[in-house]
Nanobody, 120 residues
Framework: VQLQASGGGLVQAGGSLRLSCAAS????????MGWFRQAPGKERDFVAA????????YYGDSVKGRFTISRDNAKNTVYLQMNSLKPEDTAVYYC??????????????WGQGTLVTVSS
């Protein structure tokens, strides 16, 4: 599967942004989808993941209650709605795909990143 993330940009603290990740291929619904982020000089962190049908989700502690992951299997797309953004959310955001639900690392497929910058 090939992944293409988009939707990044510059936003003020407290604002919102929605990222999208479009997947190629006809087997999108067979993949667990996740979002990760990497801030400058830091390791890549888990943000959120969603199960094959979208019925189950889980989040990193720093984004719980502010970010929402969703997917549309008919459009081969996964989304990350980010609300109440903080300057510390500034990072390159990556979407990824895997076959197993529950992992916070080790995803099999990765897209290119999209930069999110939150100004104070």
């Amino acid at each position: 599967v090939q992944l293409q993330a988009s939707g990044g940009g510059l936003v003020q603290a407290g604002g919102s942004l929605r990222l999208s990740c479009a997947a190629s291929g006809r087997t999108f619904s067979s993949y667990v989808m996740g979002w990760f982020r990497q801030a400058p000089g830091k390791e890549r962190d888990f943000v959120a993941a969603i199960s094959w049908s979208g019925g189950s989700t889980y989040y990193g502690d720093s984004v719980k209650g502010r970010f929402t992951i969703s997917r549309d299997n008919a459009k081969n797309t996964v989304y990350l709605q980010m609300n109440s953004l903080k300057p510390e959310d500034t990072a390159v955001y990556y979407c990824a795909a895997d076959h197993e639900f529950g992992a916070r690392s080790g995803y099999d497929y990765w897209g290119q990143g999209t930069l999110v910058t939150v100004s104070s």
